[in-house]
């Protein structure tokens, strides 16, 4: 797969995307009805993002919604980034991490299932902790205590590594 990307635009496998920054002039604006007007940033009128998709062969003009041309072009890089194969594998692989506090909970919602809400589970409890569904930490047990004092911090499960858990032994 060949990628080409540059500020505006990006080449997946010879098929271009470009997306580009325009204004849409009020017609109070000092702007207005000026050479090459679309391409000013300076001025409060609304932004919008021309963009070409390649692969459909069509031009169409977006809202970026915004009268920021930053904004408006962060919009742009955004627009080209649903077809840039790296940010694509990089969303997918974060939305499929867990973080701790979410893998915690799982494991211990699994030992309540199997085992009840006994004795084993209190213990748990106190070794790892005790979170809510939404993943927040209710109470450290000792591996929230041990994570907190990590710098930096591990976030999610896939951070823990086997040079972590030599320290934390």
Known sequence: MEINREKGSIEVDGILYTASVITRHNPECKYAGTKN???????DCRKSILVYNGAT??????SAHTRSWQNAEAKAEEWLDQFDPT????KRQEAQAVTIER????????MITRLGDNGTVSRARTLFGNVDEEGNVKRDGKLFGWLNAQQPRP???TDLTVPHSIRMA
């Open 87 to 90: 940010k694509i594998e990089q």
């Open 155 to 157: 976030t999610y499960i």
């Open 37 to 43: 007007n679309g391409a000013i940033a300076s001025c």
């Open 57 to 62: 062969r069509k031009q169409d003009r977006i």
């Open 103 to 110: 893998a915690v909970f799982s494991y211990l919602q699994d």
